[in-house]
């Protein structure tokens, strides 16, 4: 039921429609916020997803490693402020500032260059109505079925936010990589309202993509002995000591496709980060992964539907916030709304943030 990863070729389409349907009558149950909507840019910019569509069809092609770089994208503007594109400013603490330098790698440059230009599509077609935060949402439903993943509907009509998080609450909300299965079920439950199956499900997204050594040289420097000892040797050859910066995949199975052998992995001992593998140590979480390891249409099932719970974290609608012009920076402001920006901009220098200082610390999602 999957499509492979060329599945966007003319002949495909037809069968990704058909899919595409068929998914969204049983998404038709799933919960949506008052504001958002399955059809909200049916009459303002119709064409708006198959716009993004191909486009990303093209990106993929040359470069199949963005499609995990733009889901992570939309895990972290969800997890922190809500999903308001806030992650897409400049001088956002997860934002661009400090995106590629390691061994703090979280989201990838061209992320948010890909975000920029599929905007600058969308609004030579429709004018200014797509936000950035829905291009977003979108962008990341196609990264998981161009690699094989479910295809489902978004819920869209979200608004982009006029401010960025502080650099503390963009780390409170990221826990890292290094983090117990118990720690993440506290922090997601009490900051996002997301059950125990929420959380593994959206752990699933580690299927593809890839990390640094940063991120699990805890569990080689010393040896963590719930890691299968031939993948922990093989680990030690990319990351010879406690300061490499090496990549490697998080799912070295199936390192591009999105399916359930990331559960597989945990399984057989083969998780990458703590925070993977302690999935399956934790009595509250083993028995999800022992289910979606078992059937991957449980796994995409709930995949979808812990996404567009995620996706409908803190969103800003209606009136709220703003459809921005530039992703990267919120529109200047009108005469109305100066003082507000005046009183923002004063104390935005007074926490020191801005381009350079941001943290860009890696986070599980
Ligand atoms: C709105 O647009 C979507 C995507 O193009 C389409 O699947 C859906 O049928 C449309 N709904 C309505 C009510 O026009
Ligand atoms: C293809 O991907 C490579 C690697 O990311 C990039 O350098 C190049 O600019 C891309 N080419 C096009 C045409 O997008
Ligand atoms: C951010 O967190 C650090 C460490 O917990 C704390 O020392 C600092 O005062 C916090 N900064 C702000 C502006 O809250
Ligand atoms: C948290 O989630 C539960 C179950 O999904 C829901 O009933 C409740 O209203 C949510 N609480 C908040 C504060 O969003
Ligand atoms: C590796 O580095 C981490 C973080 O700096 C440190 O906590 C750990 O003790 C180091 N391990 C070894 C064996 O040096
Ligand atoms: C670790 O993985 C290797 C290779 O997949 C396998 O042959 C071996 O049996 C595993 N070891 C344990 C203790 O499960
Ligand atoms: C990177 O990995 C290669 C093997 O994949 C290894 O030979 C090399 O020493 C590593 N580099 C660093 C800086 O750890
Ligand atoms: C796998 O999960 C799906 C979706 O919940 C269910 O319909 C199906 O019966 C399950 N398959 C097996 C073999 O348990
Ligand atoms: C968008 O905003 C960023 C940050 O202010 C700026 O560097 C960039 O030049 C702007 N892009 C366009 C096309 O105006
Ligand atoms: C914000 C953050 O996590 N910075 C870290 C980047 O990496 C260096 C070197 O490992 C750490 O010292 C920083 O704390």
């Known amino acids: 039921m999957a499509f492979s990863p060329k599945a966007f070729h003319p002949l495909m389409l037809l069968f990704?429609?058909?899919?595409?349907?068929?998914?969204?009558?049983?998404?038709?149950?799933l919960p949506i916020v008052p504001g958002l909507s399955w059809t909200f840019y049916n009459t303002s910019c119709p064409r708006v997803e198959a716009i993004i569509r191909n486009r990303l069809t093209q990106i993929f092609q040359n470069d199949s490693a963005q499609a995990a770089g733009l889901l992570r994208l939309h895990f972290h503007d969800c997890f922190v402020q809500g999903c308001d594109g806030s992650v897409l400013l400049d001088g956002s603490a997860s934002g661009p500032s400090e995106k590629n330098a390691p061994p703090n790698l979280?989201?990838?440059?061209?992320?948010?260059?890909?975000?920029?230009?599929?905007?600058?599509?969308?609004q030579r077609n429709c004018g200014r109505v797509v936000s950035c935060s829905d291009i977003v949402a979108i962008s990341a439903r196609d990264s998981v079925a161009w690699s094989g993943g479910p295809d489902y509907r978004v819920p869209l009509g979200r608004r982009d936010g006029l401010t960025f998080a502080t650099r503390n609450e963009t780390i409170k909300n990221l826990p890292p990589p290094t983090s117990s299965a118990g720690a993440?079920?506290?922090?997601?439950?009490?900051?996002?309202?997301?059950?125990?199956?929420?959380l593994v499900a959206l752990s699933g997204g580690?299927?593809?993509g890839f990390s640094s050594c940063f991120s699990f040289r805890n569990r080689l420097f010393p040896q963590d002995f719930t890691m299968n000892l031939t993948l922990a040797a093989s680990l030690r050859g990319v990351c010879p000591t406690n300061t490499s910066t090496n990549f490697t995949f998080l799912d070295p199975r199936t390192p591009r496709r999105f399916d359930n052998q990331y559960y597989i992995n945990l399984v057989n001992r083969?998780?990458?980060?703590?925070s993977d593998q302690d999935l399956f140590t934790?009595?509250?979480t083993s028995n999800i992964v022992n289910g979606f390891a078992a059937n991957q249409t449980l796994f995409f099932e709930e995949f979808v539907r812990?996404?567009?719970?995620?996706g409908q974290l803190s969103v800003l609608t209606g009136s709220q916030g703003e459809i921005r012009g530039n992703c990267s920076a919120r529109n200047a402001p009108s005469a109305v709304d100066l003082a507000s920006v005046v009183r923002e901009y004063g104390s935005e220098s007074g926490s020191g943030s801005g381009s350079g200082s941001g943290s860009g610390s890696s986070a599980t999602f």
């Open 206 to 208: 580690h299927t593809i």
């Open 270 to 274: 083969e998780g990458l980060f703590t």
């Open 282 to 284: 934790d009595v509250r």
């Open 184 to 198: 993440l079920l506290a922090a997601l439950a009490s900051n996002q309202n997301l059950s125990a199956t929420d």
């Open 106 to 122: 979280s989201l990838r440059a061209q992320s948010f260059t890909i975000i920029n230009e599929l905007r600058d599509l969308v």
């Open 16 to 29: 990704a429609l058909l899919l595409v349907s068929q998914l969204s009558n049983a998404q038709t149950n």
């Open 306 to 310: 812990s996404m567009v719970k995620m």
